[in-house]
C-alpha cells in the first residue's frame, strides 16, 4: 500500500492568511494526487485533482503543486468558509488511500 | 453531474453482513470511464477507501477488508451496492459512495453519507 502522511494534523489561522498543507507519499506517484475539502456532518469535497488541477467551481485561491512523492495544497487568502478538514488522496495504485487529514481552525 | 445517494440499513449485528445500496441519477451506470465507490469514516475519524468497481467491471479492494468486501452493479437498477460481511464494532462508521470520472480526474460526485451502526 502507498502510505501518505499529511501535515500539520491541526493548523491555526486567521482570515486573510496564506496557508500550506503537505502530503507525502511513501512512494513517487505519477501525478495522481487529489486534495478535498470536508465540513462536519458533509461529505468531501473535490479540490484538486491530478496535482494542481483545479475543480470546476472551486475557487481560485486554493492551488495544488508538487511531485514524486511530496505534495502542497496552499489557500492563498484564507476565507470564513475555508475553515474545514483537507484531505489529500493517491489515485496512483489499485488500491487508493488518503493522508490522515488536516483541520484547519480559527486562530 | 451525477447525483448519488446511499441507501440501506442503519444497524446491524455483529458478525452479519452490512450492505448498502448507491443509487446513480443524472446519468447511467453504463456511462464508460466512470469508476464507482465506496468510502468509509469512523465517528471523528479520517477516510477510509473501501473498493470500487471499475468501468470495465473488474473490482480493487482495500487490502485491509479484502476479504469481506463485494462491490457489484445492478444496471437494471442504476445502482452500485456494498457487502461487507462478518461486521463488527469497528466497521460503525458513515458510509459515503462515490464517483471517479476516470482519466485522473479525482473523486468529483459524493453521496450525503449513511451512518451504518454494528451494534447487538
Redesign the interface.
Known amino acids: 500500500d502507498i502510505q501518505m502522511t499529511q501535515s500539520p494534523s491541526t493548523l491555526s489561522a486567521s482570515v486573510g492568511d496564506r496557508v500550506t498543507i503537505t502530503c507525502r507519499a511513501s512512494q513517487s506517484l505519477n501525478n495522481w494526487l487529489a486534495w478535498y475539502q470536508q465540513k462536519p456532518g458533509k461529505a468531501p469535497k473535490l479540490l484538486i485533482y491530478k496535482v494542481s488541477s483545479l475543480e470546476s467551481g472551486v475557487p481560485s485561491r486554493f492551488s495544488g503543486s508538487g511531485s514524486g512523492t511530496e505534495f502542497t495544497l496552499t489557500i492563498s487568502s484564507l476565507q470564513p468558509d475555508d475553515f474545514a478538514t483537507y484531505y489529500c488522496q493517491q489515485y496512483q495504485s489499485y488500491s487508493w488511500t488518503f493522508g490522515q487529514g488536516t483541520r484547519v481552525e480559527i486562530k | 453531474q451525477m447525483q448519488l445517494q446511499e441507501s440501506g440499513p442503519g444497524l446491524v449485528k455483529p458478525s452479519q453482513t452490512l450492505s448498502l445500496a448507491c443509487t446513480v441519477s443524472g446519468g447511467s451506470i453504463n456511462s464508460g470511464g466512470y469508476h464507482w465507490?465506496w468510502?468509509r469514516q469512523p465517528a471523528g475519524k479520517?477516510?477510509?477507501?473501501i473498493g470500487?468497481i471499475n468501468s470495465d467491471g473488474s473490482t480493487?479492494?482495500?487490502?485491509s477488508l479484502q476479504s469481506r468486501v463485494i462491490i457489484s452493479v445492478d444496471t437494471s437498477k442504476n445502482h452500485f451496492s456494498l457487502e461487507l460481511s462478518s461486521v463488527t464494532a469497528a466497521d460503525t462508521a458513515v458510509y459515503?459512495c462515490?464517483t471517479?470520472r476516470g482519466g485522473?480526474?479525482?473523486?468529483?460526485s459524493?453521496?450525503?453519507?449513511t451512518l451504518v451502526t454494528v451494534s447487538s
Not at chain 2, 485522473?104 to 468529483?108: K, M, P, Q, R
Not at chain 2, 459524493?110 to 453519507?113: I, L, R, V
Request: overall charge neutral.
Open positions: 465507490s468510502v479520517g477516510l477510509e477507501w470500487r480493487n479492494y482495500n487490502p459515503y462515490a471517479y485522473g480526474s479525482g473523486v468529483g459524493w453521496g450525503q453519507g
